[in-house]
Structures are given as structure tokens and as C-alpha cells.
């Protein structure tokens, strides 16, 4: 089957005139330590990553992600009481390279005391005017069964994401990307442990059982070493911006903006920074404390009107290179977040809320 | 109305498909020769995997917002 999706994509490939063979991802290993804090929520686990070819035509990926989880986030302290559990992840991949088409299958399985989650996809990536441009097509189909603690598993969400988009070459030094997704999810979609507050008083939320989103990202990224005259010269430098658009029928909105530099020192230092901005507006039933009685309603502030902020740096060491052979990196990842709530109280200050928060990535990275 | 733009924009589609396949090819206009800057791992778009993933689903979890980064995340409840 692989085969003939294989000539079908390839097909399509020959009407772009395509000139050369697309080369399977490189065998691959990665070790991360990752912790996030902020809020009350401390989410700290490993994860790891292996990505090897079989014979130069099939690469297989596989890898295993844990949180374990703290949680004594607002919601829980003024709710509940603080809880920890532990989700782990399994991502299994396989990359299928014919001419100039790229097809990669996935499978991913989530579970956590109260939540499953499986999902498949099949993303196609076609390179046409000679590699200058690179076309992807996605799907991604998801179930979750979801369940609450002393209550077992009693409802589902389905999922099902299509993606498109286009990376193009300018010039020798700067490229573009385009991506838009569209999600469709029917189900269960909110949590049977929130309450939405109606005249005061605590009553569970309601969620509607469908909910369809869109999100549109721009990217441009260039090479711009030849700015640096002075201080960084010879070494290469790099900048990015992205702008996510995102709405659904909810009606949420969101503007989403992002800005990178990156550059060498030497030849064993890689640096990157970041800087992320984004402005949400809210759902249309979504309120801190509603005035009226509605279908649904929610004060999951995760559908609220608010501002983020996200300041970011990583460092790569190069420790181990052997041409040809393999290369070892050491990473350090730390961004500062910072939420900032209009339209959720914070019930113990009466004020509105906020939280800062941190991420830290450490991790090791092969090629081999 | 809405089902008349939806199939006006397929015909576009189509139609623009189509139309670019009777024009004279484009040509590269970057040869792979120009392109070493582009190969430099600093330029690589999706660098690495599981730290990207991670912090495409921080986000993911506490805001409304999902979708078009380029990331494959699947479901949890933690939310």
C-alpha cells in the first residue's frame, strides 16, 4: 500500500517536473529532562526519541514522553485539593521516501489515570521546482475515551486535523513558510472537574459537544550574517518572525507572533533566542461569573481573553563530531511565560489573575 | 452563499492547476549550488523533535488557541 501511495504522490510529482530524490530524515537519537512550573503546575518528566533507516527506503521512529504532574493550579486550590499524577505518551513513526515525495505515517497512544487518548496520521511532502519548493498534505484522526476519578471512563472526543502547507526558497539566503490546519472535535471537550460560576454560585461547565477551529501560520526566516561587520563577524546569524491567525466557532480568536535569532560561536556553539506574543479574545461562553442562564457556560480560563508572553534562549554545544559517522549535541533550553488574565478572578484577591512560569529543556541530540 | 464560495474557490483551484501546467515551466531560479546556506543546520525549520513537542504542548494546554504550528501533538486531558 505504501508502494502505490507512493506512485500516486510521485504521479503528481512529475507534473511539477521534479529533478531529483528526496532524502529519508537522518538516524536520529534524542535524551531530554523537561519541567515546566507555573501557576501551581509543575509538570517534570524524561523523554526519548530514536529514529533509524532500514534499507535506505523505510526510516522508523519511535519515542516515549512522561509527565509526571503536580498540580495545585488555581482551579485546584480553589476547587479541590492539590493532586499529582503521571501521564506517559507513546509516538511511534515511519517515513517512506519515493522520488520526490516524503510519506510519513503516525501513531500515538496518551494515557493518564483518567484520559486516553490514540491517534493516526499521514503526512505527504512533495518537493517541486526543483527542490525549491517543498507541498504537505496532513491527517491526523484522534479518540479519546475520558473519564474522573471514583466515576471510571464515561464519555469520548473524537478529533480530526487536516493540514496544508508550503515551504518555498526566495533566494540563497531566506525562505517562507505557509501552514494552515483545520480541527474538528466532537465530544466530550471540556472537564468533568472545572466549575463555571453562574450568579456566584459553582455549577460543573458545559461545553458544547462540537467545536470546529482554524489557524493559518506565516514564517519567513533568513540568513543574515552578512549584517555583522563588526561584532559577530564570519560567524553565521539567523532571524525569524512567524504570525499564527487562529479562530473557531467558539469564537475565540487569537494573533500569535513570534521573533528568533540565532547564530554560532565558533564552530561548537550554537545560540537561540526568542521572544512570543499572543492575544486571545474569548469564547462567546465563557465568563468569570455569568449574568444569565445559558446553554453552555465556562470559566476555564483557558477560553478567556488574555495576553502571553513567552522569552526564550537555548544553547547547543557541539561535544563529539565524527564526519560521515555521527555528531553528539548537548542542549539547554529556559523560557520565561508569563500570563496575564482580563476576564478571570482570581477569587481569593478578588483581582484578576496571573501567573509567570518557566520551562527548562535539557537534552542530548545524535546523529549517527 | 457560502456553499457558492466554497465551490467557486475549488474551481480557482482547479482552474489555476491546471492554467500553470500550459504555462512555460518556471525555472529554479536559487540552483542547488546557491542553496549551502539553506542546508546549515541553523536554518533547519524543525530542529528538535521532542523539545519542540514539549513546548507545543505547554501552550497547547493553556491557551484557546491550537493548530498550524507544524507540530503533531496528540490528545491528553490536561486541560
Redesign the interface.
Known amino acids: 500500500m505504501l508502494r502505490l501511495l507512493g506512485r500516486v504522490v510521485g504521479f503528481f510529482g512529475t507534473?511539477a517536473?521534479s529533478a531529483?530524490a528526496v532524502d529519508l530524515p537522518p538516524d536520529h537519537a534524542?535524551a531530554?529532562l523537561?519541567v515546566?512550573d507555573g501557576?501551581g503546575v509543575r509538570a517534570v518528566g524524561p523523554?526519548?526519541?530514536v529514529r533509524k533507516s532500514l534499507l535506505d527506503k523505510v526510516s522508523l521512529t519511535a519515542?516515549y514522553?512522561v509527565?509526571a504532574?503536580s498540580n495545585a493550579s488555581i482551579d485546584v486550590v480553589t476547587q479541590a485539593s492539590k493532586y499529582s499524577e503521571t501521564?506517559q505518551?507513546l509516538?511511534l513513526g515511519l517515513d517512506y521516501a519515493v522520488r520526490d515525495s516524503l510519506i510519513h505515517l503516525?501513531g500515538?497512544?496518551?494515557d493518564?489515570p483518567?484520559?486516553k487518548?490514540?491517534?493516526v496520521?499521514l503526512?505527504v511532502s512533495q518537493e517541486i521546482?526543483?527542490?525549491?519548493t517543498t507541498v504537505s498534505l496532513?491527517f491526523?484522526e484522534?479518540h479519546?475515551d475520558?473519564g474522573q476519578k471514583d466515576v471510571g471512563f464515561f464519555d469520548h472526543?473524537d478529533?480530526w486535523?487536516y493540514?496544508l502547507?508550503v515551504?518555498q526558497?526566495l533566494?540563497?539566503?531566506w525562505?517562507a513558510?505557509a501552514?494552515?490546519?483545520?480541527?474538528a472535535d466532537e465530544g466530550f471537550l471540556g472537564?468533568p472537574y472545572r466549575a463555571a460560576r453562574v450568579f456566584g454560585a459553582l455549577v460543573p461547565e458545559r461545553d458544547p459537544r462540537t467545536r470546529s477551529?482554524?489557524?493559518?501560520?506565516l514564517?519567513a526566516?533568513g540568513?543574515v550574517?552578512d549584517w555583522f561587520t563588526g561584532w559577530g563577524a564570519g560567524q553565521?546569524h539567523?532571524v525569524r518572525a512567524e504570525y499564527?491567525y487562529?479562530w473557531?466557532n467558539?469564537a475565540?480568536k487569537?494573533h500569535?507572533l513570534e521573533f528568533g535569532y540565532?547564530?554560532?560561536f565558533g564552530d561548537a556553539w550554537?545560540a537561540d533566542s526568542w521572544l512570543r506574543l499572543?492575544h486571545?479574545t474569548k469564547?462567546l461562553f465563557y465568563s468569570d461569573n455569568a449574568e444569565t442562564e445559558t446553554l453552555y457556560v465556562s470559566r476555564?480560563r483557558?477560553?478567556g481573553t488574555f495576553n502571553?508572553y513567552?522569552l526564550g534562549g537555548?544553547v547547543s554545544y557541539l561535544y563529539a563530531k565524527v564526519p560521515g559517522r555521527y555528531e553528539i549535541k548537548l542542549?539547554g533550553?529556559l523560557?520565561l511565560?508569563r500570563?496575564d488574565y482580563q476576564d478571570y478572578t482570581d477569587i481569593r484577591t478578588g483581582k484578576p489573575y496571573a501567573f509567570n512560569g518557566a520551562?527548562l529543556?535539557l537534552?542530548l541530540?545524535a546523529n549517527f | 452563499m457560502s456553499r457558492f464560495l466554497r465551490l467557486a474557490g475549488w474551481a480557482v483551484t482547479f482552474g489555476g492547476v491546471v492554467g500553470l501546467?500550459a504555462c512555460a515551466?518556471?525555472?529554479?531560479?536559487?540552483k542547488?549550488y546557491?542553496?549551502?546556506?539553506?542546508a546549515?543546520?541553523?536554518?533547519q525549520?524543525s530542529r528538535?523533535?521532542?523539545?519542540e513537542?514539549?513546548?507545543d504542548h505547554?501552550?497547547t494546554?493553556?491557551?484557546?488557541?491550537?493548530?498550524?504550528?507544524?507540530v503533531?501533538?496528540?490528545?491528553?486531558?490536561?486541560?
Not at chain 1, 501552514?179 to 480541527?183: G, H, R, S
Not at chain 1, 477551529?213 to 501560520?217: E, F, M, P, V
Not at chain 2, 546549515?40 to 536554518?43: E, K, R
Request: glycine share 12%; net charge neutral; hydrophobic share 30%.
Open positions: 507534473l517536473g531529483h534524542e531530554m523537561h515546566y501557576g523523554a526519548v526519541l519515542d514522553y509527565d504532574v501521564r505518551q509516538d503516525s500515538n497512544k496518551s493518564e483518567d484520559y487518548a490514540q491517534s496520521g503526512d521546482f526543483g527542490g525549491m496532513g491526523t484522534g479519546d475520558v472526543a478529533h486535523q493540514r502547507g515551504t526558497i533566494t540563497p539566503r525562505l513558510s501552514n494552515v490546519e483545520a480541527i472537564s477551529s482554524r489557524a493559518l501560520k514564517r526566516q540568513d550574517s553565521r539567523v499564527r487562529y473557531d467558539w475565540i487569537a500569535t540565532s547564530r554560532y550554537m499572543n486571545q469564547a476555564n483557558q477560553l502571553s513567552g537555548r542542549n533550553s523560557e511565560v500570563f520551562l529543556q537534552y541530540t | 501546467q515551466p518556471i525555472e529554479p531560479w536559487v542547488p546557491e542553496r549551502e546556506r539553506l546549515d543546520p541553523i536554518m525549520l528538535d523533535t521532542l523539545a513537542r514539549h513546548r505547554v501552550y494546554v493553556r491557551e484557546g488557541a491550537r493548530g498550524a504550528t507544524g503533531q501533538g496528540g490528545g491528553c486531558g490536561c486541560n
